[in-house]
């Protein structure tokens, strides 16, 4: 169980705030809910059903603090992902990922797509747009987190792990 008015992340809907716990009847059959809304789009509710063993499973804790600065320390450590050069398999390989909400993986996703992004640019051509969009939502899963934990605005997570990574980040 959870508490109320407390965070989570929800799949790859990504933060939410446990607003409250409630019976509903969607399905002809009263449950108990908890209803969530997104960090980054909190006029949205989500109902997850209390029942459901598949849907309260995606609701996990955040990381603390040290969790975070220790996923960015092993950050370097664990490098980058093979590239895939077919772009079908690539993406189902990165949809993977992205739905397993893995940290680690999706910190290794973001710098694999960073660093073929900054490899494509240096020969004038542009990165896949399937690419560019997983990147988008890896980014916003785990900069969103990050920023929730450290009080801090999205757009400066990435200034947040430059000053924690070696020369290289």
Same mark, same amino acid.
């Given at each position: =169980?959870f &508490?109320l008015?407390?965070?989570?992340?929800?799949?790859?809907?990504?933060?939410?705030? +446990?607003? /409250?716990?409630?019976?509903?009847?969607f399905?002809?059959?009263?449950k108990?809910y908890?209803?969530l $809304?997104?960090?980054?789009?909190p006029? =949205?509710?989500? !109902?997850?059903?209390?029942d $459901? %063993?598949?849907?309260t499973? %995606?609701?996990?804790?955040?990381?603390?603090r040290? &969790?975070?600065d220790?996923?960015? $320390?092993e950050?370097c450590?664990a490098?980058? #992902? /093979?590239? +895939?050069?077919?772009p079908?398999?690539?993406?189902?390989h990165f949809r $993977?990922i992205l739905?397993?909400?893995?940290?680690?993986s999706?910190f290794?996703l #973001?710098?694999?797509i960073?660093l073929r992004r900054? &490899?494509? /640019?240096?020969i004038g051509?542009?990165?896949?747009a399937a690419? /560019?969009m997983?990147?988008?939502k890896?980014e916003? #899963?785990?900069?969103?987190e990050?920023?929730? +934990?450290?009080r801090?605005?999205? &757009?400066?997570?990435?200034? !947040?792990?430059?000053t924690?990574?070696?020369a290289?980040g």
């Open positions: =169980m &508490e008015d407390s965070y989570v992340i929800y799949g790859m809907q990504g933060a939410c705030r +446990i607003c /409250e716990k409630r019976r509903e009847n399905t002809g059959e009263e108990d908890y209803t $809304s997104p960090v980054d789009d006029k =949205m509710v989500i !109902y997850v059903p209390l $459901s %063993q598949a849907l499973a %995606q609701m996990r804790p955040l990381m603390s040290e &969790e975070v220790r996923l960015i $320390s950050a450590v490098g980058t #992902l /093979e590239w +895939i050069n077919d079908r398999s690539r993406s189902e $993977s739905q397993s909400g893995d940290r680690h999706l290794r #973001l710098r694999t960073r900054e &490899e494509q /640019e240096a051509r542009k990165l896949y690419d /560019e997983v990147y988008q890896a916003r #899963l785990l900069h969103g990050i920023a929730l +934990i450290l801090i605005r999205p &757009e400066e997570v990435q200034d !947040y792990i430059r924690r990574l070696p290289e």
